[in-house]
């Protein structure tokens, strides 16, 4: 599977497209994080959005060796309720 992400990064790599690098960030950020799709997308249908769902942008923290960012619940907290 591993190999599969490689190959991916790889050919994303020379891609000027920031929709291609983004991909790319997910797919490897939801894989290696074991995120569910809906930890690191916003759906399109208004029923469906849960701002208790949202990581928030400012959570985010960058290092040159490392990246983080803070769900807003646990992921065993299915119903979003602490």
């Given at each position: 599977m591993v190999a599969n992400l490689l190959l991916v990064s790889h050919d994303l790599t020379s891609s000027s497209n920031h929709d291609d690098h983004l991909f790319d960030a997910q797919l490897n950020t939801g894989f290696t994080g074991l995120l569910h799709l809906g930890e690191l997308t916003w759906p399109d249908t208004l029923a469906l959005r849960n701002y208790k769902k949202v990581t928030m942008r400012l959570s985010f923290q960058q290092?040159?060796?490392?990246?983080?960012?803070w769900l807003p619940t646990h992921k065993a907290?299915?119903?979003f309720e602490g």
């Amino acid at each position: 599977m591993v190999a599969n992400l490689l190959l991916v990064s790889h050919d994303l790599t020379s891609s000027s497209n920031h929709d291609d690098h983004l991909f790319d960030a997910q797919l490897n950020t939801g894989f290696t994080g074991l995120l569910h799709l809906g930890e690191l997308t916003w759906p399109d249908t208004l029923a469906l959005r849960n701002y208790k769902k949202v990581t928030m942008r400012l959570s985010f923290q960058q290092s040159a060796q490392e990246y983080s960012f803070w769900l807003p619940t646990h992921k065993a907290d299915t119903t979003f309720e602490g």
